[in-house]
């Protein structure tokens, strides 16, 4: 057998596997608001139960604050095995350095480092994620939409020093490529691995008001540099109307409405359920047809309605993520191939404009219920 034989048969070497040192432990930073923890740390412990399960870790809570009181107890009862608290006057609202600065002193003091660090990919989360990835020197995932463990490979000869299988690494799934596709990004080189996801896209877990776990106290040691900011006040945005993020009926337009005045049409049919806003996709706001407080998707609002209307909206992916967990989804498009129609429940393909005044007759005509509506 010659020498060119022999090479087609080798096979090549199993890789080596590399443990990346951790405590298997995934930890949420937690936010609040006025001492009211806000949602997206729910859904942020509803995805983290399930990386800690396939970890074999255990999942903790992180909340900074002042007199936090039950709020804390609710971390427990929505997953977490145990609550680090934070509680200290200076802060009661959010400002950048005490809160980097109590975080990364907790974190540090660890003997093996968290394996995941989570936050909301809020205006808070935004700001305060980064600069605790660059002090650990850990890599940083933005705006996820998925979450999950897997094992990673590393076969790129060209970096030796890191050849080899990493088993139990943190894939952070998001929309990426002009959001037409969906990236897997993974960064095992460094824990705590860590990642932001955006509120409204994570399903929390259903409250066990029977389930036990450890409130445990960390020391507060705030430095007088940490107060360049003063907050005087803060002032918050009163909205008229129905928030997109509340409502149980959302009656989206994109840019087949063909204008501002389309949405007094979807405004009429959404007055035709209870509890019920519109909505639109992005093109519809870059346009100045509908301010950016209705707009659903990647760069607007995550929504998770229980029916979801879509008039005249395509549904490119950066549409869909922010919207395809709804309840159920009806789509009304003359494109019989519009990429909607793949998460759509119910398609209709027609004018909307001949199509939504029908609807609304229907509706006003008949003595049905809500969820019965759906189907009409």
């Known amino acids: 057998m010659s020498n060119t034989d022999d090479k087609k048969t080798q096979q090549p070497e199993p890789l080596q596997e590399r443990i990346t040192p951790s405590n298997k432990e995934v930890i949420i930073i937690a936010e609040q608001s006025d001492g009211i923890i806000q949602p997206v740390t729910y859904e942020l412990l509803g995805a983290g139960r399930d990386l800690a399960n396939k970890l074999g870790g255990q999942l903790s809570c992180m909340v900074l604050g002042e007199s936090l009181g039950a709020e804390v107890q609710k971390l427990v009862t929505y997953g977490a095995d145990e609550v680090y608290v934070a509680d200290h006057p200076e802060l009661k609202n959010y400002r950048t350095l005490p809160y980097r600065r109590v975080i990364v002193d907790f974190l540090s003091t660890f003997e093996l480092p968290p394996h995941i660090v989570l936050l909301g990919s809020t205006t808070t989360g935004r700001d305060l ?25 590393h ?20 929309p990426s490529f002009g959001e037409s596709l969906k990236a897997r990004i993974l960064g095992p080189w460094n824990n705590p691995q860590m990642a932001t996801t955006r509120p ?14 450890k409130i445990i106290p960390i020391a507060v040691n705030i430095q007088q540099e940490d107060f360049r900011l003063k907050v005087d006040e803060i002032v918050r945005e009163i909205t008229e109307g129905i928030s997109i993020t509340d409502a149980d009926v959302l009656i989206a337009g994109g840019y087949g409405v063909n204008g501002a005045e389309g949405f007094e049409l979807l405004k009429q049919l959404a007055d035709c359920f209870d509890n019920a806003s519109i909505a639109a996709s992005r093109k ?65 393909v027609g004018d909307l404009y001949q199509v939504v005044p029908e609807l609304i007759k229907q509706l006003k005509g008949a003595n049905v219920t809500q969820e019965e509506k759906t189907l009409v």
């Open 155 to 174: 076969t790129n000869k060209a970096d030796p020093e890191k050849l080899g299988l990493y088993p139990g690494c943190l894939y952070a799934i998001r």
């Open 129 to 153: 994620a980064p600069r605790i990835a660059a002090h650990f020197e850990t890599g940083l995932t933005a705006d996820c939409t998925e979450l999950d463990i897997g094992p990673y490979e």
């Open 284 to 348: 519809v706001v870059d346009a100045g047809w509908i301010p950016y407080k209705y707009q659903v998707g990647q760069t607007g609002k995550t929504v998770r309605p229980k029916i979801y209307f879509a008039c005249g909206i395509s549904g490119a992916i950066q549409h869909r993520v922010g919207m395809n967990k709804s309840g159920t989804i009806i789509a009304i498009n003359k494109d019989p191939d519009a990429p909607i129609f793949t998460v759509a429940d119910h398609g209709i």
């Open 200 to 213: 409204g896209v994570m399903i929390p877990l259903p409250p066990d008001e029977s389930r036990q776990g």
